[in-house]
């Protein structure tokens, strides 16, 4: 048996989704053990903030002491810290922005992509958020691009649940649900 705990900073955050009985404040998850000691847990930490010492970050880290599996986990929390990290080998990154830039994009100079659960809105960079998503395994991402003489990525951070807008919110929603059916979904048998 599988159990989906969906954990908010504030119930507000949950607002605009269906209510549901998956989903529980970061504090309610604090305070109480959540699901039986047989009953494997899906946790997905949607706090407003994974800063160090804060409640996002904490929810994570008491995941997975609970033995919960937790996304995101502290390691990936830690590593979108590491600027250094940021070097995916990219090809023709370039080429696919290119692709969907506006027609005067020759001025751009910045340009960023929101990533839910390695899921994009842009075609050209389906392969790339999915790449992305796998490195740095977080609910929410934006991805951040700049340019010099060449497109390269300038920043991977973590984003929130409130401040998406109402396309994004619907964008977003379909995600987690392709992404809990993944979770949902039992596991082959190995072959010996």
């Keep these: 048996m599988s ?3 969906i954990v908010v900073e504030k119930a507000s955050d949950w607002g605009s989704y269906y209510p549901s009985d998956n989903v529980v404040t970061a504090q ?3 305070k109480e053990p959540i699901g039986v000691d047989d009953e494997r847990t899906q946790v997905i930490n949607l706090c407003r903030s994974y800063k160090y010492r804060g409640t996002g970050y904490y929810v994570s880290l008491l995941a997975e002491a609970r033995g ?3 996304i ?3 390691r990936a929390i830690n590593d979108l810290r590491r600027r250094s990290l940021y070097g995916l080998d990219v090809e023709d ?3 696919k922005l290119g692709k969907f830039l506006p027609a005067g994009g020759r001025d ?3 340009f960023g992509v929101l990533v839910y659960f390695g899921e994009t809105s842009y075609p050209a960079l389906e ?6 998503f796998e490195t740095f395994p977080c609910p929410i991402l934006r991805i951040e691009f700049e340019r010099e003489r060449v497109w390269q990525i300038a920043a991977i951070k973590p984003s929130s649940l409130h401040t998406l807008s109402d396309p994004q919110e619907d964008a977003f929603a379909q995600a987690l649900d392709k992404f809990s059916k993944k979770l949902w979904r039992k596991p082959r048998a190995r072959r010996k």
């Design 127 to 132: 392969d790339l958020a999915r790449q992305v």
């Design 68 to 70: 919960h599996k937790v």
């Design 93 to 95: 990154l370039n080429a």
């Design 28 to 30: 309610d998850y604090l």
């Design 3 to 5: 159990r989906l705990v």
């Design 108 to 110: 751009t100079t910045d």
């Design 72 to 74: 995101p986990s502290v």
